[in-house]
């Protein structure tokens, strides 16, 4: 090995393994590899007012490091190849100082797209570090955790344990909470409609009345539409002009972060977080008829550039395929909205030669369905236009002129890829003048709406046009509030829960800049300077820290409790204090007065969990009967002398596997635990053996070690159990068990800091 390349992610990193010879070896380095610290603030302001960052390595990366570091020594040139954005120039700057190498030193390649070519391409076009990019991104970070290590604790003591705020995260709530607000204090207004039906088959509508033209609120009430009802029986009616005119639909712009989520949110039901994860195996690699390669772009962009090259294939694409007509005479470009980063692509396909009839042999259903959608809208960018025509007739009477419309495509144009489900609503040739009978006419009373509730695609377009956050964290910052439990889906549409008006009137009130989406929009915008190199990152710090920290203090004095507890007038059975009833993340619940001292609390009447289930099962620990309890993972045996005896036992036995444990050959079982599915020893606890992934009756290769079945995000693999063994293998598609669901950060502060 002469050369060593670093990637973040084992799929990256086996995709692009395929493309160079044995002079490269391309490592993972999974991640983030070092961050601020999980146990406390992790920054501190030295007597200049500099902000210095205590970035610490979590103990799990260790090996991963370990592993870098000695890969490092042994190569003649380390290149960093994290993804493109601020997030992996800040990874690639974090490795490099992991690794003890100087940032600047190593050479940094970048591409748009993994293949063979691009990948070529970056190696013989490095560059540095940009230490502007990675200034950014330190400055969100640390503004993330000032927020979200000052603010939540905050929280936490006056309203309830358990909240927390975000820079991003809390001007998000905001929005909901606001349409919730409009939504409670609507109030239905009254109005008519009136359709009328001419010569047996022309639907039309009231467009004026007696010289004044009708708005939709017009008709405000029963009296007003029966007066131009009683009125339009008794007129004649004749043609008074029939106009038709041919229009253009535009062709939609390619894709990027927030459309192709919003897109894949209201056309495949995809939620934000499936669509990245599928983009994400898309963009890594995955197999083609030409083996393993990156079949999208970089899927977090903001761009709407798109590389020549890219375009002339689309351009010899739809010539050949599609025909002239299809073509327009010169390639179509898309303008960025401002503050984008120019430097990357729009979201398409990298081998326009890929169709949608090649991907079905390769592509799993959801990877197919995305795939096509990008496929699809990267053409039709650059197709001509769908030409319509619409016809619009006028029928006049004494005092009513109703109103018909119709329109038929007369070319599909862009339509051909993405699809046109209209049907055309032909209007009848009359002429100027011609009599014309009104054979029936409806009035119908409405009523208006209330503004509806986003979705999790239209609050992401509400966070895009208002500049809160970026493409890397729309997707996140919803996560994390259905994970605080400040919102709930229902029927795909967002609800705030109560302690999100809570929360939010309190910010509202004491901390109006950190839900104001103008604050936030700015913090965006002055990130963007950092990353331009035209302002200084440790200004942005300074600049909000002094200021909130004041309101922080003020507000740890000042804002009053707002957490409940009323007296029950009952006494403690333990203490003899008095009972409190409180609320708590959860509900309510009944509390002792003397707490801490005295921690006794129930359940109120009627929320009590229920008895447990008895059973004439012996506990074969203690002998004391074992029951049958409900928890968040299912029922469960457990004996009735808990908790002085705390054996539980699955209620349903566990899978047994066929494959004997590897460390003492007794029986192994599918078991569950708090962060899922896994695999033991069924001599537990004499023989610890624990796995991840579902333990296969074969051999390494390598090392003769067992192999296991993993299920990752970046996709399925076979993997040799001994850690120092490096061997891995893809899974064949007919043995997969498909994408599993994401799971939720445990890192404490990261779900703050959003």
């Given at each position: 090995m002469k050369n060593l390349i670093i990637v973040e992610s084992p799929a990256k990193a086996r995709t692009i393994s395929a493309f160079l010879g044995k002079n490269y070896k391309v490592v993972a380095s999974k991640g983030h590899i070092r961050d601020l610290p999980k146990s406390s603030f992790g920054i501190t302001v030295d007597e200049a007012g500099i902000f210095v960052p205590k970035y610490s390595i979590p103990r799990e990366v260790n090996p991963t490091v370990k592993e870098l570091?000695?890969?490092?020594?042994?190569?003649?040139?380390?290149?960093?190849?994290?993804?493109e954005d601020r997030e992996g120039e800040a990874i690639g700057w974090h490795i490099a100082m992991a690794i003890k190498k100087e940032p600047l030193s190593l050479p940094r390649i970048v591409f748009h797209e993994i293949t063979k070519t691009a990948i070529q391409h970056a190696l013989d076009n490095p560059r540095k570090l940009d230490m502007d990019s990675v200034n950014a991104q330190q400055a969100r970070r640390l503004l993330d955790r000032i927020v979200g290590y000052k603010l939540?604790?905050?929280?936490?003591?006056?309203?309830?344990?358990?909240?927390?705020?975000?820079?991003?995260?809390?001007?998000?709530?905001?929005i909901v909470v606001d349409r919730e607000r409009e939504i409670k204090a609507f109030k239905p207004e009254e109005y008519w409609t009136i359709e009328g039906l001419f010569e047996k088959s022309i639907e039309s509508s009231i467009y004026a009345f007696d010289g004044t033209k009708l708005e939709k609120m017009s008709l405000k009430n029963e009296a007003m539409a029966m007066e131009v009802v009683q009125s339009a029986l008794k007129e004649n009616f004749v043609v008074e002009s029939l106009e038709k005119k041919e229009r253009k639909t535009?062709?939609?712009?390619?894709?990027?972060?927030?459309?192709?989520?919003?897109?894949?949110?209201?056309?495949?039901?995809?939620?934000?977080?499936?669509?990245?994860?599928?983009?994400?195996?898309?963009?890594?690699g995955v197999k083609t008829d030409k083996g393993n390669m990156g079949l999208i772009t970089y899927m977090r962009t903001d761009s709407m550039n798109l590389a020549k090259e890219a375009v002339e294939s689309a351009r010899e694409y739809i010539g050949e395929n599609f025909g002239a007509d299809y073509l327009p005479p010169k390639a179509k470009s898309y303008t960025s909205a401002k503050g984008a980063q120019e430097?990357?692509?729009?979201?398409?396909?990298?081998?326009?030669?890929?169709?949608?009839?090649?991907?079905?042999?390769y592509l799993g259903a959801d990877e197919l369905k995305l795939y096509r959608l990008i496929y699809n809208r990267f053409l039709a960018c650059q197709m001509t236009e769908a030409r319509l025509e619409s016809q619009t007739l006028?029928?006049?009477?004494?005092?009513?002129?109703?109103k018909a419309s119709g329109r038929k495509l007369l070319f599909d144009g862009f339509y051909k890829v993405t699809g046109y489900s209209e049907k055309d609503k032909l209007l009848p040739d009359l002429k100027k003048g011609q009599e014309v009978r009104l054979d029936d006419i409806k009035p119908e009373q409405h009523h208006t709406e209330p503004p509806a509730r986003y979705n999790e695609a239209s609050l992401i377009k509400k966070l895009e046009s208002l500049g809160i956050g970026r493409p890397s964290t729309y997707a996140p910052t919803i996560t994390i509030l259905q994970t605080r439990k400040y919102i709930e889906l229902e029927k795909k549409r967002i609800h705030p829960t109560e302690v999100a008006f809570t929360v939010i009137e309190m910010l509202e009130e004491h901390f109006a800049e950190i839900v104001d989406s103008s604050f936030t929009s700015t913090m965006e915008a002055q990130l963007d300077e950092v990353d331009e190199g035209k302002m200084d990152w440790q200004k942005v710090l300074s600049e909000f820290y002094d200021p909130f920290m004041k309101k922080i203090t003020e507000g740890k004095e000042k804002i009053k409790s707002q957490k409940m507890a009323i007296p029950t007038g009952e006494m403690c059975p333990k203490c003899g204090h008095e009972l409190l009833r409180r609320k708590g993340r959860y509900g309510e619940f009944i509390a002792c007065g003397n707490f801490p001292k005295c921690k006794y609390t129930t359940d109120l009447e009627g929320n009590a969990p229920p008895e447990p289930e008895k059973t004439d099962r012996p506990c074969e620990k203690c002998g004391e009967m074992m029951v049958i309890k409900d928890s968040r993972r299912g029922k469960f045996y457990a004996c009735s002398a808990y908790p002085k005896c705390k054996n539980a036992q699955p209620l349903i036995p566990p899978r047994e596997l066929k494959v004997p444990c590897p460390k003492c050959g007794s029986k192994l079982h599918e078991k569950e635990g708090k962060r899922g599915k896994f695999y033991g020893c069924s001599n537990y606890p004499k023989c610890r053996f624990i796995s991840n992934g579902e333990p296969q009756d074969r051999k390494c290769p390598e090392c003769e070690s067992m192999v296991v079945?993993?299920?990752?995000?970046?996709?399925?693999i076979y993997d040799c159990i001994d850690k120092k063994c490096k061997w891995k293998e893809d899974v064949p598609a007919e043995k997969q068990k498909g994408l599993p669901e994401p799971k939720e950060d445990v890192k404490k502060e990261e779900a703050k800091s959003e």
């Open positions: 570091k000695k890969l490092a020594k042994e190569a003649e040139t380390i290149y960093i190849a994290t993804d939540s604790p905050l929280l936490a003591s006056k309203i309830q344990k358990g909240l927390s705020a975000g820079r991003v995260q809390s001007s998000s709530l905001k535009k062709t939609p712009a390619p894709f990027m972060t927030s459309t192709l989520q919003q897109a894949a949110s209201t056309q495949l039901g995809f939620s934000p977080k499936k669509t990245m994860m599928v983009a994400q195996k898309l963009y890594e430097a990357h692509e729009a979201i398409r396909p990298t081998r326009i030669d890929f169709n949608i009839l090649l991907a079905k042999d006028l029928f006049k009477g004494e005092k009513s002129t109703f079945h993993k299920v990752l995000k970046t996709g399925e």
